[in-house]
């Protein structure tokens, strides 16, 4: 039972967690301290060893059903059927019920032997089926499947919140029927219900009132990591471990406390499920994904044929004990009955899970197994982006350094953060008592509000009527592009929050400052909340005469506006006005906000911009070297014949292409990287994948080795900037087109 996400990660912690977690579950089937004390067996296996079954549904959870509440297209769940098995969840069910399937035949011959299928009718052989097991350890297979179902069915009509309320609501009726019955018992109505329930099941801890809150709460922690996929920034890393263990200590003493009251009073029908039991495995689970270790498959498997064997297990070990007449020592001594039966599973456990291995292994030929772990970092196999964060905190420090006093950085994050990836970047700048954010759309907001994101996300661009209910749902502020737009915005009904752009000039975005009647109305419209008022300057970036007059009428066009709003009392708050190149070339223009974008990722958007001295490159752009290879005279490489050696060349092939966001136009057109600290020429089309580069001057260039397209080596650098005049573009553009394919890496 394991998935690719798990593998790849180092869930150590989780994975042998499991192989307890199995162990606790035979403890409650043989009882170990049941010949020496009384209460603390019932705090062994009816306190403590209830935590076992709940964290197996977590896992699941996580792994398998946290992504049905993590759609890459916001409105996509709503859409479509309600199940496939061709999703991740939809395989695992599959899997499930062969293992089940199996499971029950593995258990006839006991099963007759202990006589559970006399009198079987269908009604019974189906409420075994689907409820109890077949035998008593099996429950935990349908309740795992109609768990897995329900919370599938609930998640194509709600959020996971509320699914997480359904859930809570199905285990409360749970508690109810299970080690709170006393109560329910003592109040008619309920007694019957619960009572005619009994009919079709004989325990509520089942696929309806138990399963689905672990699977959902075991899918919160899925879904954040979700969106720390593909980058090396561990969400787990802001778990903090001394706060969870010191709560799961503490929620574990209220748990013990419940359970022992209960039993005082006498209210238990059965004991798996406590109130407290909840937050018990929300601060466990949280502690064991604080754990770094790697992922051991092996631990996954044997704890499954360890739950699974167990009880076939403790019947020999009986058989055995009788036969040799060491039942005395084997049997009657509960705390050694305990130990054989553990030890034996184990070994039965890890042997199954070999020869499991083996034969999956000898399946698969074709897919060969990965090799182990190179000791490369995890991320730079093939083509990758480096952030380096201590930059963009300097980058941060040095442009709030350069703004006067009350005036706060909105960073535009938008595209990725410039490719830089929106989710770290972000976080980063939060870490940094940073709160507000510039987007292009909604998408984008909503992508770093699911990755936590604290503050004012504005949105710069235009928001599709359809979406506006997204923008209350995600608190992301709208900018009114137009004034029809307000109307639109206003008329939905929903209470939103706005920035009102005004259009001083670019005939972009925003209401004309010609009109600021209208823009005044704006204030006016109850449903909306005017958080902020700006404008673009299109030409700051440029210094000549003509662009810094037009600037300075931009300039007084909008403090026109704001004038007009300020003398008919309208509250004008929130403006900004500069970019980049604004904070550059107009500093006094600063006002509550500003909102920068290239300049925080430490590059300027051409060569040669004074700025550029102090700010510091976030970003490096690397690959691996692929292939070696030696061209004689007159052979050429690449396609088109675009290169001919004149004389012996040797070549080397990287690992990234256009398709990654390298221009093609830097073919054959001056373009270099960087290979053991040497600038090396570019060779030949640059092919979708692949580049070719020209490596003869360099000594020892091997498979594997780094070429820097962006960043340092040695003691050279290429910048973002330099790659620009090969392409006549901006950085901009270079940076935010870098692809999807690119992994991204934090160095440390
Ligand atoms: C993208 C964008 C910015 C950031 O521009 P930079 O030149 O990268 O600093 C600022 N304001 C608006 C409206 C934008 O669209």
């Known amino acids: ?83 496939s098995l061709k999703t991740r969840a939809g395989k695992y069910l599959c899997r ?37 097991g077949t035998f008593y350890h099996l429950w935990y297979f349908p309740a795992c499947i109609l768990g897995i179902l329900l919370v599938i069915l609930f998640s194509r009509f709600l959020s996971l919140k509320g699914v997480t309320v359904v859930s809570a609501l199905l285990y409360l009726i749970g508690l109810l029927g299970d080690s709170y019955y006393g109560i329910a018992a003592k109040i008619p109505v309920l007694k019957t ?73 006498g209210l238990q029908r059965h004991d798996s499920m406590y109130l407290s039991l909840v937050p018990v495995m929300f601060f466990l689970y949280r502690c064991l ?68 291995s083996r034969f999956s292994n000898n399946y698969s030929k074709g897919k060969k197994l990965l090799p182990k772990a190179t000791g490369i970092f995890p991320g730079t196999e093939r083509a990758w982006i480096e952030l380096n964060l201590n930059a963009l905190e300097h980058n941060v420090r ?99 929050h706005v920035h009102i752009a005004v259009d001083t000039g670019m005939h972009r975005l925003g209401i004309c400052f010609r009109s600021p009647d209208l823009i005044a109305s704006v204030y006016q419209m109850n449903h909306l909340s005017v958080d902020g008022i700006f404008t673009h300057l299109s030409a700051c970036d440029c210094s000549n005469p003509e662009c810094k007059s037009f600037t300075e009428s931009q300039l007084s066009a909008f403090y026109r506006v704001t004038d007009y709003l300020k003398q008919n009392g309208y509250p004008c708050r929130g403006l900004h006005l500069l970019s980049s190149y604004g904070i550059l070339n107009y500093p006094e223009a600063a006002e509550d906000f500003v909102r920068p974008g290239i300049a925080l990722y430490g590059v300027l958007s051409s060569k040669g911009d004074p700025m550029a001295a102090s700010l510091q490159p976030v970003l490096s752009l690397k690959a691996r070297i692929a292939s070696v290879r030696t061209l004689q005279p ?80 040695g003691s050279r650098e290429i910048k973002a900037e330099d790659i620009t005049m090969q392409c006549n573009t901006i950085t901009n553009e270079i940076l935010s087109r870098l692809g999807a394919r690119l992994t991204t890496v934090v160095k440390k």
């Open 1 to 83: 039972m394991n998935t690719k996400a798990q593998s790849q990660h180092n869930y150590g912690g989780l994975d042998l967690f499991r192989i307890f977690a199995a162990l606790m579950v035979i403890a409650i089937h043989t009882s170990p301290l049941a010949s020496f004390h009384d209460s603390a067996d019932f705090f062994l296996t009816r306190i403590l060893a209830r935590i076992a079954v709940p964290f197996f549904f977590m896992v699941t959870g996580h792994f398998i059903l946290s992504d049905l509440f993590f759609p890459k297209n916001p409105s996509a769940s709503q859409s479509g059927r309600i199940f």
């Open 96 to 132: 499930l019920c062969l293992l089940y399937g199996f499971s029950v035949l593995l258990y006839v011959p006991l099963g007759l032997y202990a006589g559970h299928y006399n009198n079987l009718t269908f009604s019974s052989l189906l409420r075994m089926l689907l409820f109890d």
């Open 193 to 265: 219900c619960y009572d005619a329930m009994f009919h079709i099941f004989s325990y509520t801890r089942n696929g309806l009132f138990f399963a689905p809150l672990f699977l959902v709460l075991g899918a919160w922690a899925g879904n954040t990591a979700i969106s720390s996929v593909n980058t090396n920034l561990d969400y787990r890393l802001s778990i903090r471990r001394l706060p969870s263990a010191l709560c799961l200590v503490l929620s574990f003493c209220i748990m013990t406390t419940e359970a022992f009251t209960l039993r005082h009073f």
């Open 289 to 356: 994904l604080s754990v770094h270790a790697a992922s051991k498959k092996v631990l996954r498997t044997t704890a499954a044929w360890i739950y699974i064997l167990h009880p076939a297990v403790i019947v020999v070990i009986r058989g055995v004990a009788k036969l040799l007449h060491l039942s005395a020592l084997l049997i009657n001594n509960s705390l050694i009955h305990y130990f054989t039966v553990s030890l034996l599973s184990t070994i039965v456990g890890l042997v199954t899970a070999y020869f499991i």
């Open 398 to 496: 040095f442009l709030q350094s350069r703004l006067p006093n009350g005036c706060r950085l909105m960073p535009a994050v938008k595209a990725n953060a410039y490719g830089h990836d929106a989710v770290i970047i972000s976080k980063t700048l939060n870490r940094l008592g940073i709160r507000d954010f510039c987007v292009a759309c909604v998408s984008e907001g909503i992508q770093l509000r699911k990755a936590g994101i604290k503050g004012q996300i504005l949105i710069l661009g235009y928001t599709h009527p359809s979406q506006f209910f997204l923008l209350q749902r995600y608190r992301l502020t709208q900018t009114v592009v137009d004034y029809e737009y307000a109307e639109k915005l206003h008329r939905s009904g929903l209470k939103l």
């Open 634 to 713: 007159g052979e050429n490489a690449g396609y088109s014949m675009g290169y001919t050696a004149e004389s012996e060349t040797r070549i080397a092939v990287i690992t990234i292409g256009y398709a990654d966001g390298i221009p093609r136009e830097l073919s054959s057109g001056g373009g270099n990287v960087l290979i053991h600290g040497m600038s090396v020429p570019i060779i030949g089309r640059i092919c979708m994948d692949q580049m070719l580069v020209n490596v003869s001057a360099v000594p020892d260039v091997k498979q594997n080795d780094i070429a820097v397209i962006i960043g340092t080596s």
